[in-house]
């Protein structure tokens, strides 16, 4: 077995200390294959396809160890990646040739890797730097369903309000916030006979409490019912002069510029909803009871 492999986590912090680390940033995407599993399974999978292949992962710290596997901005269920990004710790380093052959040998079907390149360990954590992304929306039906009319019609509507109100939970306190401000473009690119599929171009903030989400876009257009596959072409960063010279043209929205509290909400714990059981009817035994009867 390869040490660092399956079976090897590091336990102490000395050892943890003194071992060479190795940082490594891969550039793969998600396909439609498996575009209905959530941030948690794609995490997994990762972590399965690094274990199967044996590489030395370096294991945090704690009562329950976790590799150190850091995603740019998880997707979401239904949503695909062209160049996700994510970066793992490995520890002893690995010639990135043998990384790259290792890894393609055993990635699931739905995810391709495209690069890799070894970075620097005190780098800045990839979700602190992103600052927007490109999707398009991909809104399948035929043109008897939804006509290219209607579609650019839906995306009028929601260009020309002032303020789209959406509700998230945050550490468990419900709050609202203003969608419209965070989408920066939205453009219709046509209709696809042959997928039969509308395409629509978004490009959204993404900063840390103040990001736009694709599926609240089409949510919020009017457009949830149809079935479709929202793919991420690309994430922006801070730190990088092509990604920051696009994105001068955009006003940064801050996150208290954009949430609000609900609106006489209930606070956190400070009640619990009352779960009374229903009555029985007579005569009609619980799932224990004729468990019991089975055994006497």
């Known amino acids: 077995m390869t040490a660092g492999g399956p079976e090897h986590r590091p336990g102490s912090?000395?050892?943890?200390?003194?071992?060479?680390?190795?940082?490594?940033?891969?550039?793969?995407?998600?396909?439609?294959?498996?575009?209905?599993?959530?941030?948690?399974?794609?995490a997994r999978a990762w972590e399965r396809t690094l274990r199967r292949a044996g590489l030395p992962l370096l294991y945090k710290q704690g009562f329950n160890p976790q590799p150190h596997i850091q995603f740019a901005a998880p997707l979401g269920l239904g949503m695909t990646g062209v160049r996700e990004i994510v970066d793992v710790i490995f520890s002893p380093p690995v010639p990135v040739a043998e990384l790259e052959r290792r890894i393609r040998e055993k990635l699931p079907p739905?995810?391709?890797?495209?690069?890799?390149?070894?970075?620097?360990?005190?780098?800045p954590t990839l979700q602190s730097r992103t600052i927007g992304a490109d999707y398009t929306l991909v809104i399948y039906a035929t043109l008897e369903e939804l006509s290219s009319t209607q579609v650019q019609a839906h995306l009028q509507g929601f260009l020309e309000a002032k303020a789209i109100w959406r509700t998230r939970v945050r550490k468990g306190r419900p709050y609202q916030y203003n969608l419209r401000p965070l989408v920066l473009e939205l453009a219709y690119?046509?209709?696809?006979?042959?997928?039969?599929?509308?395409?629509?171009?978004?490009?959204?903030?993404?900063?840390?409490?103040?990001?736009?989400?694709?599926?609240?876009?089409?949510?919020?257009?009017?457009?949830?019912?149809?079935a479709r596959t929202l793919r991420r072409e690309r994430i922006y960063f801070a730190g990088e002069p092509a990604d920051e010279a696009v994105f001068q043209?955009?006003?940064?929205?801050?996150?208290?510029?954009?949430?609000?509290?609900?609106?006489?909400?209930?606070?956190?714990?400070?009640?619990?909803?009352?779960?009374?059981?229903?009555?029985?009817?007579?005569?009609?035994?619980?799932?224990?009871e004729k468990a019991a009867d089975e055994f006497a």
Do not use: C, N, W
């Open 110 to 123: 739905g995810m391709r890797l495209i690069g890799l390149e070894e970075i620097p360990l005190k780098a």
């Open 249 to 288: 043209a955009y006003p940064v929205v801050s996150q208290e510029a954009i949430t609000r509290p609900m609106p006489d909400g209930p606070e956190p714990g400070s009640r619990r909803r009352s779960r009374k059981r229903a009555a029985r009817p007579k005569g009609l035994k619980s799932f224990a």
């Open 189 to 226: 690119r046509g209709y696809d006979p042959e997928a039969e599929a509308h395409r629509i171009f978004l490009r959204v903030q993404m900063r840390p409490g103040a990001a736009g989400r694709p599926d609240e876009v089409v949510d919020a257009m009017g457009l949830g019912d149809f």
């Open 13 to 42: 912090a000395l050892e943890l200390s003194s071992s060479p680390r190795q940082r490594v940033r891969f550039v793969y995407e998600k396909g439609e294959a498996i575009k209905f599993i959530g941030p948690k399974d794609e």
